[in-house]
């Protein structure tokens, strides 16, 4: 059984930092495909980073793009993202993701969100 346990979640000021960690087990870590969303109070989901192909590919979206840095650490089977510079606007819950595809486009398994919050 696949399961995904985020961690690192909480309160920060502008501009400050934060660590999320995902936690995998039940998956050959080595070859999926790990991803990180988020979703804000009222809106979709929306994708903020992937490694993809053994850490070959490393992808964000357009809005962390310099301030977020997503990472693995295939002997412990975590990924992490730090998030750095953070905005009000990054507040939301943050999932992490997993999928045996390496290149998966979509995420058969998910995590159960951890909340980040940015105030002003």
């Known amino acids: 059984q696949v399961r995904l346990v985020e961690s690192g979640g909480g309160l920060v000021q502008a501009g400050g930092s934060l660590r999320l960690s995902c936690a995998a087990s039940?998956?050959?870590?080595?070859?999926?495909?790990m991803g990180w969303f988020r979703q804000a109070p009222g809106k979709e989901r929306e994708f903020v980073a992937a490694?993809?192909?053994?850490?070959?590919?490393?992808t964000y979206a357009d809005s962390v793009k310099g301030r977020f840095t997503m990472s693995r650490d295939s002997a412990r089977n975590l990924t992490h993202l730090q998030m750095n510079s953070l905005k009000p606007e990054d507040t939301a819950v943050y999932y992490c993701?997993?999928?045996?595809?390496?290149?998966?486009?979509?995420?058969?398994?998910w995590g159960q969100g951890t909340q980040v919050t940015v105030s002003s």
């Open positions: 039940g998956l050959t870590f080595g070859n999926s495909a």
């Open positions: 993701a997993a999928d045996p595809n390496p290149l998966a486009a979509k995420y058969t398994y």
């Open positions: 490694i993809k192909w053994r850490g070959v590919f490393t």
